[in-house]
């Protein structure tokens, strides 16, 4: 599958639920409205799509939300999607959590062929972690990283940087990333959706951090990739991996390889723009057959965009897209 500016679409995101066990605050607001089931495709229907994304080329998929592993039943899609994993089909099948079912699902995960997980956790201070997740506890998301780590999978942590909130405890995370064999990712916050509060209070750049960072560590140049827009640099003194995804302060649309799906069945070509195709309507027509189906998804890439245009500041209080992280995933 190529888009019209000549990239090949290989990786496909799929929110599998806009549901979520917690409500952190630059993600949700506190009293989000979820959808009604009938909207929401069941297992099977996201199974058809991604084996439909498959056969047109797509190598990597990542299961993400609202929280992937609370949806009811989610481990048999894990274990069909998983049995597609080999030559000709997937070549890796991974997931972003929050961590907290992680001590029930570990082995699982691993059993059905998943090998590398990201796990999305802020700060290593149990105050200020109920303080960023509304209600959440660090102990559970603690202990499912090292239920992950005891059954065979690589875990990588994802800390979004809050200005004022997280943005000193970045040397302590590096050092604990280091020992236990973690990499470790900061993002930088983007405008998605209402959130009951000011993102310019909350926004950090990445440029800044990295200049901190370097401060107390020696950061290698690395060319290492997941297929995702993170850069990545060796911490020398940790041998771990660092890297930072800034789609604020450097736009890193011109080597995107993904598209996203979300639990609705809507196909967004890009995460900061609004134009989606539904493929919901034709997955529940009878009439369309799965090579319609690929039709149309390839009438969808045809339409990517070339990149979004994220802004945060003082004159931009909106949201660029309205709909929030947990509807597109993460
Ligand atoms: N619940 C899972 C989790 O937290 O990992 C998966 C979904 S969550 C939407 C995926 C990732 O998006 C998380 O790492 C989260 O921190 C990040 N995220 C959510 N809202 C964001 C925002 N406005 N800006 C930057 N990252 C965001
Ligand atoms: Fe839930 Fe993940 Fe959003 Fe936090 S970032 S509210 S854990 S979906």
Known sequence: MLDPFGRRISYLRVSVTDRCDLRCVYCMAEDMTFLPKAQVLDLEELERLCAAFISLGVEKIRLTGGEPLVRKNVMSLIRNLGGRIGPGGLEELTITTNGT????????????????LNVSMDTLDPVVFKDITRWGKLEPTLDGI??????????????VALKGVNEHEYDRMIAWCGEHGFDLTLIE?????EISGDRTDQYLPLSLVRSRIRQNWTLEESDYRTGGPAR???VKETGGRIGFITPMTHNFCESCNRVRLTCTGTLYMC????????????LRDPGVSDDDLKEIILNAIARKPKGHDFVID?????????????V???
């Open 189 to 193: 916050t983007m405008p998605m959706g």
């Open 146 to 159: 090292f239920a992950a780590k005891a059954a065979g999978l690589a875990v990588k942590i994802n800390a």
């Open 232 to 234: 990545y640099f060796r």
């Open 101 to 116: 079912q992680l001590t029930k699902m570990a082995g699982d995960l691993y059993a059905s062929g998943v090998r590398r």
């Open 271 to 282: 995460l900061g723009q609004d134009d989606a195709a539904d493929l919901r309507a034709p």
């Open 328 to 330: 597109t995933g993460g």
């Open 314 to 326: 003082r004159r931009h209080k909106r949201p660029a897209v309205a709909r929030h992280m947990s």
